[in-house]
């Protein structure tokens, strides 16, 4: 894993920290790249005031200079605007115990579907706030600002990443007949990110319904990635293999439940003949060595490899699990039965998740690119491209 991130930060703590190691020197790189990103995580019809509070901004503290990367460690600095109202409950300093113990608003009625209830008995807590901070979709802020620079890399190398919204709360949108060339230009203009105007007013009317009934809903997003050359990932091992490595990377996402590639699910019901792509030559089409898949139900990922075509994504989330109505749960203090703590929360995320899914297939792609073409300098990295391409463009033809 050449280009590897990780993530630190509590969702009321005072900051998030994002470290991205193993970006090629010299790409071109400003806060504000990252930020526009930040931005779109943000939107979306069905957040809670959460997101009225935050502007996501990130700070550099190493890795860039004079506006480009330099091969070192990459670390990104993003306060929680929300801090200054939990100071007292997330201080790390160790507290004077009130008279009777108790803390600050502990949880103690863990939430079905979170990860309260596992988290506490696995680490071994009283108190599931020290769970439920850190499993927070709070975190994908800082994925979202490792994927950013991911994305940066792969637009110098002519890929380009975009998402829309095609299911929310039981209403499928409908594909336009013909995708915009730039799906996240259309997409970030509707509220919910989805490319259906008339379905868009259906959700809208679904998301007020499930907030009045104190209820979450869930949906699905399609990822789209367009330029990538043949021969991303390998067939030769397990763990080698993009669609795998892909599909780790979506179903990491909090809240989601389940990845399908091209046609996914749909294959298994169909015969040979109506799923798999036919070969054709396609002069001129160097990043898939001059060849062309007639129908691209693959979803542009063959053997565990790109082969060229768009790569086609769609990443299922289930419902948020903090109701306003809550569910059964029990007292962890007395085992008795209890309703779940209630905190404040979104109605949904689902067109979060899609800039999410983007930047988690950004950072899986990027790296793929850096295994393949080379890592210590964006040089050397196109070199390397442009020299594969020109080889396998003579291959065919
Ligand atoms: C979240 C609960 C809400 C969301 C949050 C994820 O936050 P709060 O508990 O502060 O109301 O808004 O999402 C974000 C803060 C974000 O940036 O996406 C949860 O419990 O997962």
Known sequence: MPLRFVTAGESHGPALVSIVEGAPAGLRLLAADINADLARRQQG??????????????????????????????????????????????????????????????????????ADLSGLLKYDRDDARDILERASARETTARVAAGAIA?????????????????????????????????????????????????????????????????????????????????????????????????????????????????????????????????????????????????????????????????????AMKPISTLMRPLGTIDTRTGEGAEAVAERSDVTAVPAMGVIAEAMAALVLADAMVEKFGGDSMTELHRNLDAYLAHVAGRLG
């Open 151 to 315: 994305r940066r890399l792969l637009a110098e190398c002519g890929v380009r990443i975009g998402s829309h919204l095609v299911h929310l709360g039981g209403i499928d949108a409908r594909r336009p007949s013909e995708m915009p060339a730039d799906i996240n230009a259309a997409a970030d203009a509707s509220a919910l990110r989805t490319l259906d105007a008339d379905a868009e007013q259906q959700m809208i009317a679904c998301i007020d319904a499930a907030k009045r009934e104190g209820n979450t809903l869930g949906g699905i997003c399609e990822v789209v990635v367009d330029g990538l050359p043949v021969g991303l990932g390998s067939h030769v091992s397990w763990d080698r293999r993009l669609d795998g490595r892909l599909g780790q990377a979506m179903l990491s996402i909090p809240a989601v439940k389940g990845v399908e590639v091209g046609m996914g699910f749909e294959a298994a019901r169909r015969t040979g003949a109506e799923v798999h792509d036919e070969i054709a030559m396609a002069p001129g089409r160097t990043r898939s060595g001059n060849v062309r898949r007639v129908t691209n139900r693959a979803g542009g990922l063959e053997g565990g490899m790109t082969t060229g075509e768009p790569l086609v994504l769609r990443v």
């Open 45 to 114: 019809y069905g957040r809670g005031r959460r997101m009225q509070i935050e502007r996501d901004e990130v700070e550099f503290l190493s890795g860039v200079r004079a506006g480009e990367t330099l091969g070192s460690p990459v670390a990104m600095f993003i306060r929680n605007r929300d801090w200054k109202n939990w100071q007292e409950i997330m201080d790390p300093a160790p507290r004077d115990s009130d008279a009777d113990g108790a803390r600050k608003r502990a949880v103690h009625r863990p939430r079905p579907g979170h």
